[in-house]
Nanobody
Framework: VQLQASGGGLVQPGGSLGLSCTGSGGTFASYVMGWFRQAPGKEREFVAAISWASDRTRYGDSVKGRFTVSRDNAKNSVYLLMSSLKAEDTAVYYC???????????????????WGQGTQVTVSS
């Protein structure tokens, strides 16, 4: 599956921003979807994951209560709504897909088979 992330940009601290990721070339509805981010000089960090049926989600500790992941399988899309943004949320955000079943973990780059190209999110006043 090919993934295309979009929606990044510049936002002020405390603001909100929504990201989208659209898949093509595969059975999108069967994939576990995830979001990761990578700041300059840092490792890629897990942000959120969602099961194919949207009945299970998982979040990284640094974004719990502020970010919400959702998906629309009819549109082959997964979304990340980010609220109460902080400067430390600045990073390139990547969407990812995994063809295996929902399971424990799913928080490392090795857990996901396919990756999009990333979209820049900058939180600054």
């Amino acid at each position: 599956v090919q993934l295309q992330a979009s929606g990044g940009g510049l936002v002020q601290p405390g603001g909100s921003l929504g990201l989208s990721c659209t898949g093509s070339g595969g059975t999108f509805a069967s994939y576990v979807m995830g979001w990761f981010r990578q700041a300059p000089g840092k490792e890629r960090e897990f942000v959120a994951a969602i099961s194919w049926a949207s009945d299970r989600t998982r979040y990284g500790d640094s974004v719990k209560g502020r970010f919400t992941v959702s998906r629309d399988n009819a549109k082959n899309s997964v979304y990340l709504l980010m609220s109460s943004l902080k400067a430390e949320d600045t990073a390139v955000y990547y969407c990812a897909a995994d063809s295996r079943n929902w399971r424990s973990g799913l928080t490392t780059v090795n857990d996901f088979d396919y990756w999009g190209q990333g979209t820049q999110v900058t939180v600054s006043s």
